[in-house]
């Protein structure tokens, strides 16, 4: 026997529905260390890898206000509560996929990096040179330079994430 809903009823399911698909969990926004820590610094990223000039700052600033935005915690120049620094260790290009006449049909930019954090208060090392890797694909015909630029911004936010997540739910 089908029952006929009324509006009400429908409305409701409507919002419920929408309401969860807006909710996303992030498990690092429910770790205790998000609480545990007042301040924060983030040392300046280093380049080992070759990246371009620009690129050492762009993460470094951007794991700053990644933090600032995502948690309740204050940045400080030095020795915060949670300490981060690391490094690039790779920044390479290539091609990603050979089609059947043994040519590219796409190239690929990774960016890798190796982050440290510590916990200052305890005096414990949360993660130890953690590698996070993240790459972007991008057409053979194009030039690196002239989409490299796009491809770093969205690796960096990437990679942002990426460091958020490994200090928080390791």
């Known amino acids: 026997m089908i029952t006929k809903l009324k509006p009400q009823k429908i409305y409701l399911i409507l919002l419920s529905t929408f309401l969860t698909a807006c909710y996303t969990f992030n498990p690092a926004k429910s770790s205790p260390l998000m609480s545990e820590f007042k301040t924060f610094s983030v040392s300046p990223i280093i380049d080992e890898g070759g990246s371009p000039a620009y690129l050492p700052n762009k993460l470094t600033e951007k794991i700053r206000s990644y933090f600032q935005q995502n948690t309740r915690m204050i940045l400080v120049k030095d020795n915060g509560e949670l300490m981060i620094d690391g490094k690039i260790t790779s920044y390479t290009t290539g091609a990603n996929a050979i089609g059947s006449d043994s040519r590219a049909t796409s190239n690929r930019l990774t ?60």
Do not use: H, M
């Open 111 to 170: 960016v890798n990096i190796a982050i440290t954090g510590y916990n200052n208060i305890k005096s414990e090392t949360l993660i130890n040179n953690q590698s996070f890797s993240q790459f972007r694909e991008y057409p053979v015909d194009s030039p690196l330079p002239s989409v490299e630029t796009e491809l770093n911004e969205d690796i960096v936010n990437k990679l942002t994430i990426d460091v958020f997540n490994g200090i928080f739910t390791w």
